[in-house]
């Protein structure tokens, strides 16, 4: 496992200097100059690269555009990720057909300084297979099924099934790191979770890190959630972005996945559940970590209204909204 800021850029750089035959990237954000070298050395070198990218989104945000240039200038079989999805938000790597990277981090400046993010590396054939076998269907712009005895958890496939099972069969305790709590049927789960005795304990984002348009669904996931007497925390350094869940401190979820119908539905996506005790022992001591480092969330309406107020006088209001 990584666990970043604190393992920060140089285990990923020496995965891809160390790569052999093969290395294959699916990535949401893609613009860390130094990984973009690394990715160019390989390729340089014989290493078969192919590297998938979210294509531009056309909303102002941060795109791929810079990367794509560099790294097909230079040779680099790049691709779009498919069109099948109107996102693409694994993070995904795949070396030498041999060890998975499976993550929440994008490959920004940032994602290795100022984010909680995790990342698992497994060496299990049968995982490797399955990220091996959606990144080679994507590429080609194949279907791409895992069947029902999929091994990771992938949207749009069994990714609601599996998150709703991992929390309908927690004993004693649920650990969340989410950026964001929309999904009905998933806070459902929670809230029969919490009312048949699991003590849960949420670490989120402040209200001023969701983006215009995503204030009142994110808020009121979380204060619907708060008001049922679940524990409710933001944090503000690192900034939370992991996607992980751990329950009874035995087993855990990691991966880009968000509590949201739009990710369940519409995008690809990939986290994977983990049995290994010095991992989930790992996981859950950041949690921890993470939880003293917090504060009480403030969900009181006050502060959203003055933000969407702000944001109604800036630029107009949300969309959907009047």
């Known amino acids: 496992m990584l666990v970043m ?16 035959s093969s290395l294959l990237i699916k990535m949401f954000l893609f613009s860390e100059p130094r990984l973009i070298r690394e990715v160019i050395n390989a390729h340089r070198r014989g290493v078969s690269v192919r590297v998938m990218l979210n294509p531009p989104r056309g909303s102002g945000i941060e795109t791929n555009e810079d990367t794509f240039r560099a790294l097909s200038g230079a040779g680099v079989p790049t691709r ?4 099948d999805f109107v996102v693409t938000h694994e993070k995904s790597m ?9 993550q929440s981090l ?20 049968a995982e490797v297979r399955e990220v091996f076998s959606c990144f080679d269907a994507d590429w080609h712009r194949r279907a791409f099924d895992a069947g029902k005895n999929a091994l990771l958890v992938w949207c749009n496939g069994n990714a609601r099934m599996r998150l709703a099972r991992f929390i309908d069969t927690a004993k004693r305790r649920l650990y969340i790191q989410n950026e964001r709590f929309v999904d009905i049927w998933l ?3 929670l809230l029969r979770a919490n009312a048949g005795g699991v003590k849960i304990h949420i670490i989120a ?11 009142c669904e994110g808020g009121l996931g979380l204060h619907l959630l708060y008001s049922a007497g679940i524990k409710v925390r933001e944090l503000k350094h690192p900034s939370p972005h992991s996607k992980m869940m751990l329950a009874d401190g035995k087993r855990a979820i990691v991966g880009s996945i968000n509590f949201t119908p739009g990710t369940l539905e519409g995008r690809r996506d990939l986290a994977i559940e983990i049995h290994d005790d010095d991992i989930v022992s790992g996981i859950k001591k950041v949690f921890l970590q993470d939880w003293h480092n917090s504060r009480r969330y403030n969900l009181a309406d006050k502060p959203m209204i003055r933000r969407l107020l702000k944001h109604a006088a800036e630029t107009g209001p949300p969309d959907g909204m009047n």
Not at 80 to 83: K, L, N, Q, R, S
Not at 113 to 119: I, K, L, Q, S
Request: charged share 25%; net charge positive.
């Open 94 to 102: 795949v070396i030498d057909e041999r060890a998975a990277f499976i």
């Open 80 to 83: 779009w990720t498919t069109p």
């Open 205 to 215: 984002g402040p209200h001023s890190s969701l983006r215009r348009g995503k204030i």
């Open 5 to 20: 800021p604190a393992d920060g850029i140089e285990p990923l750089a020496r995965a891809i200097t160390r790569a052999h």
């Open 187 to 189: 806070l459902e789960r």
């Open 106 to 125: 994008n490959w920004s400046p940032r994602h290795f300084t100022d984010t909680r993010d995790h990342c698992i590396i497994t060496q299990d054939p």
